[in-house]
Nanobody, 124 residues
Framework: QVQLAESGGGLVQAGGSLRLTCIVS????????WDWYRQAPGNEREPVAG???????NYTDSVKGRFTISRDSAKNTVYLEMNNLKPEDTAVYYC??????????????????WGKGILVTVSS
């Protein structure tokens, strides 16, 4: 069984900063990729940033230069450092991971897991 736990959200004024953290636990063999998504009210869920197991990163255009994704492989943890936040960054942020899981039969299988989401609110 695999679980994701997100933390670090909250209310911040425009121009402020927050750091989101996502920790994965369970029967993990390896992590192929981490992603952060967000969903604003009335909008579809959209990708924000991603990082591969090898450390390659990608960002949606609207957050480039303001957000930084990083990971601590030893801790099975990914971070999203968000600076110069804007009201349009207000959304529920979701952590997603693509990983190899050890099954009950001791085999490996590739699975995607999502966190429950954490609210980030940026006031103007």
């Amino acid at each position: 069984q695999v679980q994701l736990a997100e933390s670090g959200g909250g209310l911040v004024q425009a121009g402020g900063s927050l750091r989101l953290t996502c920790i994965v636990s369970g029967s993990i063999f390896s992590i192929n990729r981490w992603d952060w998504y967000r969903q604003a009210p009335g909008n579809e869920r959209e990708p924000v940033a991603g990082i591969t197991g090898g450390g390659r990163t990608n960002y949606t255009d609207s957050v480039k230069g303001r957000f930084t994704i990083s990971r601590d492989s030893a801790k099975n943890t990914v971070y999203l450092e968000m600076n110069n936040l804007k009201p349009e960054d207000t959304a529920v942020y979701y952590c997603k991971t693509d990983l190899m899981v050890i099954t009950s039969s001791a085999s490996l299988t590739n699975m995607d897991y999502w966190g429950k989401g954490i609210l980030v609110t940026v006031s103007s």
